[in-house]
């Protein structure tokens, strides 16, 4: 009896510390979200590219700023609702939003993310476009990979896909648009859906 008392205290400490390091109020249901924005806005872009009269984009056409403008879209609906879902979890859990773990999931986050947008956006200036989709893949996958330690671990696996697809996409650009859709699109919602099973639902 002793001996079962003492195991279920070291798993408390054990569950204590893992709360004060990391940042595990992330919901699996924004990351559904995330995927399907991704899917629907691809397929937006895909259908006025297809069905503009040149058949391809040019990057001072207005399809081009359409399809730009459908990026940002969908990044700022997933980022929106993956701190919307994430607060309220947060709370459920009775967790802060924002304390040091959770910035230093962010930051984290942000160092790759940021470096390979700024680093995409010098190649686009210079008119190197095949090894964008590749390069957004890449770049985000670190960033996951690199997040993960103040975060649930299984980020990580994301985060090993998405470099993956960049990398293969990386040596056949010319299906940067679907390997972008699997990554961002197909990914999210396995990802998504297994970690709400995972966590959220057992949670319940």
Known sequence: MESKNYLEDINEIKNMMNRSSRFISL???SGILAGIYALIGAFVAYYLVTNSVRGYLILDGTIFRICVAILIGVAVMSVGTGIYM???KAKKNGEKIWDSSSKRLLINFLIP?????LYILIIINQERYGHTAALM???YGLALINASKYSLGDIRYLGYTEVILGLICALIPSYGFWF?????GI???VYG???HFKYDVKQN
């Open 27 to 29: 919901s699996g249901l």
């Open 137 to 139: 893949l890449i770049f």
């Open 180 to 184: 972008w859709v699997l990554g961002f």
């Open 113 to 117: 993310l940021v470096t390979g947008g």
């Open 187 to 189: 990914m999210h919602i």
């Open 86 to 88: 994430t607060t309220k």
């Open 193 to 195: 859906s297994i970690m």
